[in-house]
C-alpha cells in the first residue's frame, strides 16, 4: 500500500513505501533487499524538497541520531548523527555555551542535509563550520570520509559527485574557542561584538525569522524557492541606474548578488495566487501552500514568477528547491 511522504510544503504526495532508519545497517539493508530494484531516495525532513508526482519507489527517512562531543585546545569537535534535527543540535551548542551555530538557529531539516546544500543565513554558511562528512556508499557498504565539501552557495560536492547511491551517515563540525560573532547581516549589524553572546544573537535569529518565515507547520512552504541570482557587476550597475533602493551583495570576481525576493516583490507579487499556492504576504521569496495545493499549483506559480522577474528585470531565477520527479530528481532548469 502506498505512503504519505512527509514534506514541509504538506503536499499530499506518496511513495511505494516509505521506511524509516535509526542505524546506518538499517539504511544498508533497504538497499540491499530492494530485490525490484525500485528507485530509492533518502530525505531527512522533506523541507527543500518538492515532489511534483508521488514516487514510483522508496523513500528513505533518515532517523540515524547521536551528538558526541570531543575538544582539542582551538576546538570543539561534534560528530552528528545525519538524522538529527538541525534546529536541536544549535539549540543544544548554545544551551552548552559552544558558540558558532547561532547564526543558523530555525533552519528546518536534518543535520545531514546541512552540507548538501551548504545551508546559509545571517552571514553565515555551514562550510564555516565544517569538518568532514561520512558517507556511506550503498552499492559497497564502504564508508568514506570527506573533508572538501567544495562548498559554494547553496552548492557542494554532495549534490554532484555524491548525489546518487550515497547516504550522509554523520557530520563533523569544529567550533573554534576563539568564537567571534559574525554581525554582517540586516539587523544583527546593530549588536556590539564586544558585548554580544551567542545566546543573544541566537535569539535575534530567532525573533527575525519568526517575523518573516512561514512556520511549515501552519503554512506549508520550502523556505526561500529560488536562490539568489548572481550577475555580473555590469548587470548589477545597469539595474541599480533604474532601482537605486535595489539591495546587492558584491561578491568575488565582479559578481553581484540580488536579493530574489525583492525582485519578485518589485513584480507586485506578494499574494499573488494560482490554485492553492501563493507568494507569502511577507517573504515574497516563499512560496506556501494556502489552501489544500498541489505540486502542480506549485509549479505553476513557480513558473509564472520566474517569468515575471524575466520579463522585468531580464534576470533569470534558478530554484533552491529539489523536484522529485516519479523515479527521482527533475533537472529544474529545463523543467520550469
Ligand atoms: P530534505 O528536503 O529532506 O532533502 C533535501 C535533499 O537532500 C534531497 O535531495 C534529499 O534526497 C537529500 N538528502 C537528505 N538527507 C540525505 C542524506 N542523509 N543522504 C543523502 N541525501 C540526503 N535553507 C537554508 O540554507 N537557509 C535557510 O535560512 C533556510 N530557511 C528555511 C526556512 C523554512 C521555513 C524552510 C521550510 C526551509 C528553509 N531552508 C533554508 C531550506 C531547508 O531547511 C534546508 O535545505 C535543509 O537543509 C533541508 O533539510 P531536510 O532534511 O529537510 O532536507
Ligand atoms: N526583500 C523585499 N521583499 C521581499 C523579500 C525580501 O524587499 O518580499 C528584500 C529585503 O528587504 C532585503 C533583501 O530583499 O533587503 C533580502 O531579504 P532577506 O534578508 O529576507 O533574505 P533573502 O535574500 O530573501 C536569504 C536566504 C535565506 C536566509 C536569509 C537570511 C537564499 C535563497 N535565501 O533570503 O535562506 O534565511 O537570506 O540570511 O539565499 C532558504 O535558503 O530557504 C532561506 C530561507
Same mark, same amino acid.
Given at each position: 500500500?502506498?505512503?504519505?511522504?512527509?514534506? %514541509?510544503?504538506?503536499?499530499?504526495?506518496?511513495?511505494?513505501?516509505v521506511v524509516t532508519v535509526s542505524t546506518v545497517e538499517q539504511l544498508q539493508q533497504v538497499w540491499d533487499q530492494n530485490q525490484e530494484n525500485q528507485p530509492i531516495m533518502i530525505i531527512g525532513e522533506g523541507s527543500n524538497t518538492l515532489f511534483t508526482a508521488d514516487y514510483d519507489g522508496i523513500v528513505v527517512v533518515n532517523r540515524i541520531k547521536g551528538i558526541t562531543i570531543t575538544e582539542t585546545q582551538e576546538s570543539w569537535?561534534?560528530?552528528?548523527?545525519?538524522?538529527e534535527i538541525w534546529h536541536d543540535l544549535v539549540s543544544t551548542t548554545v544551551e552548552k555555551q559552544l558558540a558558532g551555530l547561532e547564526n543558523l538557529a530555525l533552519i528546518p531539516g536534518?543535520?545531514?542535509? &546541512?552540507?548538501?546544500?551548504?545551508i546559509g543565513a545571517y552571514g553565515i554558511e555551514f562550510q564555516k563550520v565544517a569538518d568532514y562528512v561520512q558517507?556511506?556508499?550503498?552499492a559497497t557498504g564502504k564508508i568514506i570520509t570527506? %573533508?572538501?565539501?567544495?562548498?559554494?552557495?547553496?552548492?557542494?560536492?554532495?549534490?554532484?559527485?555524491?548525489?546518487?547511491?550515497?547516504?550522509? /551517515?554523520?557530520?563533523?563540525?569544529?567550533?573554534?574557542?576563539?568564537?567571534?560573532?559574525?554581525?554582517?547581516?540586516?539587523?544583527?549589524?546593530?549588536?556590539?561584538?564586544?558585548?554580544? %553572546?551567542?545566546?543573544?544573537?541566537?535569539?535575534?535569529?530567532?525573533? /527575525?525569522r519568526h517575523s518573516k518565515l512561514p512556520d511549515p507547520k501552519i503554512l506549508g512552504n520550502g523556505g526561500s524557492f529560488f536562490k539568489n541570482p548572481v550577475v555580473d557587476k555590469i548587470v548589477a550597475d545597469k539595474l541599480l541606474e533604474i532601482?537605486?533602493?535595489?539591495?546587492?551583495?558584491?561578491?568575488?570576481?565582479?559578481?553581484?548578488?540580488?536579493? &530574489?525576493?525583492w525582485l519578485i516583490d518589485q513584480c507586485g507579487l506578494k499574494g499573488f495566487q494560482i490554485g492553492g499556492a501563493a507568494v507569502h504576504q511577507q517573504q515574497a521569496l516563499v512560496l506556501v501552500n494556502k489552501n489544500n495545493a498541489t505540486a502542480q499549483d506549485v509549479v505553476a506559480l513557480a513558473r509564472y514568477v520566474k517569468n515575471a522577474v524575466l520579463e522585468?528585470?531580464?534576470? %533569470?531565477?534558478?530554484?533552491?528547491?529539489?523536484?522529485?520527479?516519479r523515479t527521482g530528481e527533475i533537472n529544474v532548469d529545463k523543467f520550469l
Open positions: 500500500m502506498k505512503q504519505k511522504i512527509p514534506n %514541509t510544503f504538506g503536499l499530499t504526495v506518496y511513495a511505494r513505501s569537535l561534534l560528530n552528528v548523527g545525519a538524522g536534518c543535520v545531514g542535509s &546541512a552540507p548538501i546544500q551548504n558517507l556511506l556508499e550503498l570527506v %573533508t572538501d565539501g567544495q562548498y559554494g552557495y547553496r552548492e557542494s560536492i554532495f549534490k554532484r559527485r555524491y548525489s546518487n547511491g550515497y547516504a550522509v /551517515i554523520y557530520v563533523g563540525i569544529r567550533l573554534s574557542k576563539q568564537w567571534q560573532p559574525v554581525l554582517t547581516y540586516g539587523e544583527l549589524k546593530n549588536f556590539d561584538p564586544q558585548t554580544v %553572546t551567542s545566546k543573544i544573537i541566537f535569539d535575534k535569529v530567532c525573533e /527575525i532601482y537605486p533602493a535595489m539591495p546587492i551583495y558584491p561578491q568575488v570576481d565582479n559578481q553581484v548578488k540580488l536579493a &530574489a525576493g522585468k528585470f531580464s534576470v %533569470t531565477l534558478s530554484p533552491e528547491i529539489r523536484f522529485i520527479g
